[in-house]
T-cell receptor, first 115, second 116 residues
Framework: KQEVTQIPAALSVPEGENLVLNCSFT??????LQWFRQDPGKGLTSLLL?????REQTSGRLNASLDKSSGRSTLYIAASQPGDSATYLC??????????????FGQGTILTVHP | GAGVSQTPSNKVTEKGKYVELRCDPI?????LYWYRQSLGQGPEFLIY????????DSGLPNDRFFAVRPEGSVSTLKIQRTERGDSAVYLC??????????????FGPGTRLTVL
């Protein structure tokens, strides 16, 4: 059974800092790994999807890396802004069978960027 | 529509009642997913549809929970004899095909269910 863990559970930083969010997973047989953002009371917004054959993906100030062999992914946010404040979730679909549509989520990292 | 929509946005019911939660996926998406999110936790998988059929319902907690997608578009999650422990945000997501090994899932805003 896939288990996804995110560290830290919460993070508070001043505006402008670069920061790293960590995600680890127990079963490396994944198709990809996805990072989502969730604002309070809202649904999830997909940020980045890294295919299992890739090492990293970039979108603007966000960079996500994937190391399947060690079961780890990191989300790097450059030059953080107050608007980045949200909960960040990582999730992985397991490979094989009919479970490829089933995402297993971490519990999230609550990020606060203060001015 | 432009995105995944869910209705109602909030539902308050009494213990023992029956509720239905609706999801309208992005037009043309063949895969549809239901998740449940408790406070402070990540979403937990409930069920996944490929077209009209449930490809994986392993996350449904018990037989009080049932979901349908009769025409391969709109889906309804049905909960019988609701219990206080069913209180959570129920999230729906859709993806273009789901068969390509996990394409991006697009989430709706969720339905917040409160069972008194």
């Amino acid at each position: 059974k896939q288990e996804v863990t995110q560290i830290p559970a919460a993070l508070s930083v001043p505006e402008g800092e670069n920061l790293v969010l960590n995600c680890s997973f127990t079963d490396s047989a994944i198709y990809n790994l996805q990072w989502f953002r969730q604002d309070p009371g809202k649904g999830l917004t997909s940020l980045l999807l890294i295919q299992s054959s890739q090492r990293e993906q970039t979108s603007g100030r966000l960079n996500a890396s994937l190391d399947k062999s060690s079961g780890r992914s990191t989300l790097y946010i450059a030059a953080s802004q107050p608007g980045d404040s949200a909960t960040y979730l990582c999730a992985a679909p397991n490979a094989g069978g009919t479970s490829y549509g089933k995402l297993t989520f971490g519990q999230g990292t609550i990020l606060t960027v203060h001015p | 529509g432009a995105g995944v929509s869910q209705t109602p946005s909030n539902k308050v019911t009494e213990k023992g009642k029956y509720v239905e939660l609706r999801c309208d996926p992005i037009s043309g998406h063949t895969a549809l997913y239901w998740y449940r999110q408790s406070l402070g936790q990540g979403p937990e998988f409930l069920i996944y549809f490929q077209g009209t059929g449930a490809a994986d319902d392993s996350g449904l907690p018990n037989d009080r929970f049932f979901a349908v997608r009769p025409e391969g578009s709109v889906s309804t999650l049905k909960i019988q004899r609701t219990e206080r422990g069913d209180s959570a945000v129920y999230l729906c997501a859709s993806s273009p095909n789901g068969l390509a090994g996990g394409d991006t899932q697009y989430f709706g805003p969720g339905t917040r269910l409160t069972v008194l």
